[in-house]
């Protein structure tokens, strides 16, 4: 099994990541987090928005892992757009994490066309260049973007210095956003799949669950080895120690027609979150 991506920038990046959206702050953030450094993830996500950095840096640094065998990405929020503010909350991010460098800082959402219709691009080109800058002062690895759809990918690319290592979108069993895959994939942009499991209600689709029982897997290691196998980066997330285990647990190989069938599944796990119209 694949053990690590490369990047763009010839960094490596374990191949899965362990997700902390939606694990809140203080010990349930701490305890996840642990217990993921302690059934062997080396690669944690987290984000400003998600509140829960301290926590995240706390049990890094109580894992006694060493930084180097680490890769943390963590993200900067909409409000913090521009790039005087961008530069501020990096350091905000920094701080909490108690860390001396990040592995990865993404942008998290674009600016969008519906919500700047004037200045969406020159926003994301603002926000853009201190990050490229925070990476030129080492205070940074890789840089990249999260929920960027054809036409912010696009835009951004026509004046970047630096091409983002990374493009961490929504994708799972019927919701692949295939457009956007071939364009970072025809830039050598890594695709992340943030929520690769979807919402609850694909794990009840028969057709996983019949995919699983073939394997003898969950249904998670189904989705997670669905990105995998695409060239896609999955972070799955969990607060379970069973399925947190699990997750990492993915050394078997889906045929071509298991993929064309999850391809194909109805969007039951789509967040309906759309990039072009967020107002967040």
Known sequence: MIKNFVLNNSNEIPAIGFGTWQIDEGENAYQAVKTALEKGYTHIDTAAVYGNEVSVGKAIKDSGIARE???????????MRGYENA???FQISLDKLGLEYIDLYLLHWPANETQFPE???????ESWKALEDLQK?????????????VNHLEALLENATVVPAVNQIEFHPGFTQPEVVELCKNNNILVQAWSPLGSGRILQDETLKLIAEKHNVSVGQVCIKFAIQQGVLPLPKSENPTNIENNLLVDFELSQEEIEQLSNLDETGFSGLNPGNINF
């Open 87 to 89: 530069k501020k909350a």
């Open 69 to 79: 065998n680490l890769f943390v990405t963590t993200k900067l929020w909409n409000d």
């Open 119 to 125: 200045d969406w691009q020159k926003i994301n080109e």
């Open 137 to 149: 002062e080492g205070k940074v690895k890789a840089i990249g973007v999260s929920n960027f759809m």
